[in-house]
């Protein structure tokens, strides 16, 4: 059957109608809701077709997925428009139809986006037209083919966001833009997009910044000389959100570019300080001071010991049913300590317990973030919540003042820790109680008492 007038629906036997070969919705999804409907409510849009151009019959442009259900729900003939389009019309109606579909995953839509424009030769204007989406939604679909297409189906099936994929389109390296393909779809997508656009930033800064430092005459210093005391410290710059118009220090006259921290520092020349004349000192005085240094040594080897000890202990500890209540107690503990006490976590303890090589080096919060992120492990949890109470191998039970002997002294941390530890089982040895409570032979002055 034919249709007499533009636009007019015509009824057609469903063994006339034929699938587009072409077709770019190739899996058309669960049909039986579909079905369903149509077997109780019949067809309530119809269907556009052209004639089927070597045999009898029609083919199928707009209605695939009801032509497919209908076929599951017995009927035989269908409502259809019949219309005349050259093959090009055809694939440019079939994409169009296909790419406002809610259903449609980001990977299909950015791969019809594609053959309109590299296909079709269609414009981004006129894609904008036709579908309905901006023009600058059009060009961030595009973008996506640029990317490495096997690696982008492979990715595909997590289920891709708009959202990611428009974040993504911000990097604007290709091949930096591949690599965070790796991570869409999981839990460590975003902060390796934040990682990458903090780098595009600062390498697009960092050209006007150097030129900045060398109108203004500063001499790079060496990364040792920040501590040798020959230089005094005046600001830190962040080179990701430098402007032409960030005022530099005019004291400057010396630079260090930390560029794993994307951070410039500016210092001075130090003023020299004329040192006064040492009294030479008396043999009882450098024995002294040979003594208190020996004592203090050993107290700092002991107290890296007692760290030892309390770390590996709990690095061996898993989260379990019994467990979770004191675990989640030592967590608000740690939080309140170092918030009230405005104390930092040791980094290069994290990196140990967790696992972090120096390869893997990114911005401290990232590096932790993702190695969390990227872990289910239960054992990890006790690790990670100790390190919130900012324990290191230089937590100290003793004064570090190198002309005085050592004395002990009252160290809220360690005290706090081990009251955690003791009810996850901990049994302190007798030594490391005596260092804590200062009663350790380590804290009497031998050669005081001596000379009594």
């Not at 139809?97 to 950015?110: G, I, M, W």
């Not at 989640?328 to 990196?351: C, H, K, L, M, P």
Request: glycine share 4%; proline share 2%; net charge negative.
């Amino acid at each position: 059957m034919e249709n007499s007038g533009k636009n007019k629906i015509v009824w057609l036997s469903i063994e006339q109608l034929h699938a587009h070969p072409d077709n770019p919705r190739k899996d058309l999804g669960d049909l039986t809701e579909l079905a369903e409907s149509i077997k109780a409510n019949g067809i309530l849009q119809n269907l556009t077709v052209v004639p089927w151009a070597s045999q009898e019959g029609y083919t199928v442009i707009i209605g695939h997925r009801r032509h497919a259900a209908a076929q599951l729900a017995g009927l035989t003939e269908l409502p259809c428009v019949v219309t005349y389009m050259t093959a090009e019309e055809q694939h440019t109606t079939m994409l169009c139809e296909n790419v406002q579909r809610r259903d449609l995953t980001a990977y299909e839509q950015a791969q019809a986006f594609h053959q309109l424009a590299f296909d079709f030769n269609q414009s981004v204007q006129s894609i904008s037209q036709r579908t309905g989406f901006s023009e600058s939604t059009v060009r961030r679909r595009l973008k996506m083919a640029e990317l490495d297409q096997s690696k982008l189906e492979e990715v595909s099936a997590r289920q891709l966001s708009f959202e990611d994929l428009d974040e993504l389109s911000r990097i604007e390296d290709i091949e930096k833009r591949n690599e965070v393909l790796e991570h869409i779809g999981t839990n460590n997508f975003d902060v390796n997009v934040k990682k990458a656009l903090q780098e595009q930033e600062y390498k697009k800064r960092l050209p006007s910044l150097k030129k900045r430092i060398k109108e203004l005459g500063l001499e790079e210093m060496k990364r040792s000389d920040m501590y040798s005391g020959e230089f005094d410290f005046l600001e830190t710059v962040d080179v990701c959100t430098y402007e032409e118009s960030t005022e530099l220090s005019a004291e400057a006259a010396f630079y260090v570019l930390e560029e794993w921290l994307r951070e410039l520092k500016l210092y001075k020349k130090a003023p020299k300080i004329k040192k006064a004349k040492e009294d030479k000192k008396t043999k009882a005085q450098m024995e002294r001071e040979k003594f208190i240094k020996s004592r203090q040594t050993e107290l700092d080897k002991l107290a890296e010991t007692f760290y030892e000890l309390r770390r590996d202990y709990i690095c061996d500890i898993t989260m379990t049913k019994n467990n979770t209540e004191i675990l989640a107690r030592g967590a608000a503990w740690a939080a309140a300590f170092t918030a009230s006490r405005y104390s930092t976590v040791n980094s290069n303890e994290i990196d140990k317990i967790l696992g972090i090589s120096d390869e893997d080096k990114l911005s401290y919060d990232a590096r932790f973030e993702e190695r969390l992120l990227r872990s289910q492990n239960r054992k990890l949890i006790p690790a990670v919540i100790y390190l919130l109470f900012g324990d290191r191998k230089d937590e100290k039970s003793h004064t570090y003042y190198s002309a005085d002997f050592p004395a002990h002294k009252v160290n809220e941390r360690l005290e706090l820790i081990y009251k955690w530890l003791g009810l996850l089982g901990y049994a302190p040895s007798d030594e490391e109680t005596a260092y804590l409570n200062g009663t350790h032979k380590l804290f009497i002055d031998d050669m005081e008492e001596s000379e009594k």
